[in-house]
């Protein structure tokens, strides 16, 4: 299963603006929509290396190739992640984000079989899990 946005799941606790949940909406929009093409390019990387393994005289390099590039797509994801999250803290305001890491970081989490997140909070249903199958 690939890592959801588990920061994101802290923000309910927050008093939003509805200018700020449709800021905050579109942000987790666009990067769940990168996040699956990206998850997608990932899983098809893992495809083509498991298939070059099998041949009988894999190439070396090539293989070295592969590994680098799926290692490469995932510091890309790990990146929109982060800029994810700076551009959401962008939209809140001071005290918002003094509250945000005021909030523990034990409360229940989405990512771990908990109902929340700020997909929840802004009325959105939770996708299918990018990374099964």
């Known amino acids: 299963m690939m890592h959801k946005m588990a920061w994101l799941h802290r923000w309910e606790h927050l008093d939003l603006s509805d200018a700020q949940k449709e800021q905050l909406r579109q942000i987790l929009f666009n990067t769940k929509k990168e996040m699956i093409r990206r998850w997608a390019e990932v899983r098809v990387a893992k495809l083509e290396l498991k298939q070059m393994l099998m041949e009988d005289a894999p190439d070396r390099m090539l293989v070295e190739q592969a590994v680098r590039n799926i290692g490469q797509k995932k510091t890309e994801m790990g990146l929109l ?17 003094r509250e945000l890491h005021e909030i523990s970081p034990h409360t229940e989490c989405p990512e771990y079989g908990h109902k929340g997140g700020l997909a929840g909070a802004l009325g959105e249903e939770d996708e299918e899990e990018m990374g099964e199958a």
Request: hydrophobic letters at 55%.
């Open 81 to 97: 992640m982060a800029n994810a999250k700076l551009d959401a803290l962008a939209v809140l305001t001071p005290e918002q984000r």
